[in-house]
């Protein structure tokens, strides 16, 4: 009896050994032909080969090495796993069979990037395309626009390290596919994100033909620290208070999404300042309905689209309310003077016809010209033009034109410095 124990755990640990030294030499292979075909453009290095029967496996302290760019980006730890012995194991087979493995993650520990160095400069010094999602990046800082390397220097920041990882969860069954990326950059903060797919094929020669829906967006920002130092940075160098700026940062905010032709509701606007006050946590969460058209937004209202993509702001763990929005033509932004402006360019162009169609009306009586349009200045100097349909809960609720068609939105009573009416 003894014996057949001993040969048996022998078995054991020489199917173990097989194993590691199988996991290794693949790993080995593999990077040796990576190494091959990419030394042209980058040298890589790493200190060694890790693994475990717990279905991971990985490399330690590697460098990639770009002579051309003069830079390199460096990892701790980079790291492939699997819930399984098994599913690692298989890895290949589903991929030589033309099939997503069901569940994967890829954990890199320590990436390392110089603040001074190319790399760096090209990700901050070129910034992206003005879109709805950049407009969180863009800054009042005196002359700056968006913070590139040289303010973060002067920030402090020299190097970055960030722990990353990427998973997903396959269901074929189900035909589900969850995907999470989380980045947690030191002295900056974490991010999220998180996406739901449903109707995913297993197989991704099927994805062009039968594309999958995507069922939910969840991305959150965490702790960011980042954001304090950049507030406390351009407080600065606008000489003004960290009270003073942070209404300084909403106007920006407000300013660059309008730029984009969004004008945020008062409440969203107003749970984005007391995030700059204090930001812990920053949560947007999207259930798309079935068969939403995302190219074709721009051309519903905007309470149609608040529908589609049913919306969930949380701001510090407390839920944000409304989420409502109106479309905007960046255009007719002006100083806080256009109303006068605009006048004397009507009169000019026909003096006496201005004179009788235009009329000033105190706000106080906004609703007895229910359906007449109207031209309404803010105290922050937006300017809008449209069509009044009612006036309840201290807002004016109107039409305004935006390209071909028009879009609903309201203004609130205490935010019209002034009105005229047009007969």
Known sequence: MSKILKWGLLAVVAVGLIIKLSL???????????????SPVMDITYGGITSSFDGRVGLENVQLRVPAAGDSLRVRQAELKFKSLGELLSFKERLAEGKFPEQMAVSLKGIALDVHGPFM????????????????????????????????????????????????????????LNLNLTSDTRDMGEVRLTLSLSNMSEKPGDLRVNPPHLSSVIFELNDNQYQRKVQEFCA????QTAETYQATAVQQFDTALRNQRIALGQPMLDAYGRY????????????????????????FEAKDVVSMLRPAVLVNQELVQPVEFAWVDPAA?????????????????????????????NVADLSGYTGKRLQFITFDGAYYQGVLHKVE???????????????????????????????
């Open 24 to 38: 290794w030499w693949s790993v080995r292979s593999i990077m040796d032909d990576a190494i091959a075909k990419l």
């Open 236 to 239: 600065a160098k606008l000489g």
């Open 121 to 176: 400069q090209q990700l901050y010094n070129t910034p992206a395309e003005r879109s709805v999602f950049t407009a969180m990046s863009e800054v009042a800082c005196g002359d700056v626009r968006n913070i590139g390397t040289d303010e973060l220097l002067e920030m402090g920041y020299r190097t970055l390290e960030t722990d990353a990882e990427f998973s997903y969860l396959f269901q074929p069954g189900a035909q589900k």
């Open 276 to 299: 700059l006050k204090d930001p812990q946590s920053l949560r947007v969460e999207l259930t798309p309905s079935e068969g939403m058209a995302w190219d074709g937004l721009q051309f």
């Open 333 to 361: 932004r002006n100083e806080p003077a256009a109303l006068e402006k605009i006048t004397a360019v009507e009169e000019n162009q026909d003096n006496e016809r201005a004179v009788q169609q235009y009329e000033f009306v």
């Open 393 to 423: 809960n201290g807002r004016a609720y109107l039409s305004v034109q935006f390209g071909t068609g028009t879009a609903e939105m309201f203004l609130r009573l205490e935010k019209i410095d002034k009105v005229r009416v047009r007969f």
